[in-house]
């Protein structure tokens, strides 16, 4: 097994879903073979940036022929994470050593491959570049309780501690396979890229340490195969939230707000007056229409 990079363009002919499937030509079938079981990073142009960032991880699970493309197959993927930033490939005087070289120039020729193994050392640099960064609103915790400590001291808000703070590649493998520490990096950049709003009603709610009251909604469920893609995710306020997962809310491939007959209750007066959701600006930050279909047929009570 090995890891690689996947280039990937938003706009591309490929018939790819970030996170869930992966197209692309019998060319570079070898070098996918080598990452099955193992990790892959994002890789490639991300607009309105200028140049080519690494974006996420995810984990090839299964190589399979397309049926209808002559040449072409897919890999399926699960596990996907975004980075807490886009990394770009010449920062840190690059982190692939054959694609920029020690003067700063780029090998154009390893530039232009879609699919790149990496060394293992290069992996787990890119890894922990793109996933290092503190939340600025990390959740309140309760601390220990001990015979000196005042009852109300254990609702303090305490420092956050570092989300990888041990060196070694150990760590890092261990992370990103970790529950707790991906439902909290998907928590932090839903809530930074929807500025801790929900979407929903347009309520923007800070307590008074800071924190935003709003939560970050899967639109597939972890639980139901969906991964931590922002695109699979909705910056929602509890109560919306909790509609939202019991299908008496859903959302337009448009972004319509759709409420359930089976609501007991007209909720309109909570929502956007148009009845529309506040999505990002940029089209690879907003909800894809592949999660919001499968909201629509599976858990929504039309």
Known sequence: MAQAIFYHKPDSEYDDVTGKQYHFPKTYLSRVEKTLGDWIVYYGPLPPLKGRYYSGIAKVDAIEKDPSKEGHYYAFLSQYLDFDRPLDYTENDGYEKKLVRPDGTVNGGVSVQAVRILDRDEYV??????LSSPDEWPD?????TNGNQNESDRFEDGPQSPLIDIPGERTIVSQIVNRPFRDAKFRQHIRRIYDRTCAFTGLRLINGQGRPE???AHIIPVEKGGNDSVQNGIALSGTVHW??????????????????????YDVSHLLNKDMKANVPSESRLRPHPHYLAWHRENVFKQ
Not at 140 to 144: A, V
Not at 246 to 253: I, N, T, V
């Open 243 to 264: 509609m939202f997962d019991r299908g008496l809310l859903s959302l337009g491939d448009d972004y319509s707000i759709l409420p359930s007959r089976h609501l007991n």
């Open 125 to 130: 640099a890119i890894v922990n570049a793109g």
């Open 140 to 144: 309140r915790y309760d601390l220990p």
């Open 214 to 216: 709003v939560e970050a």
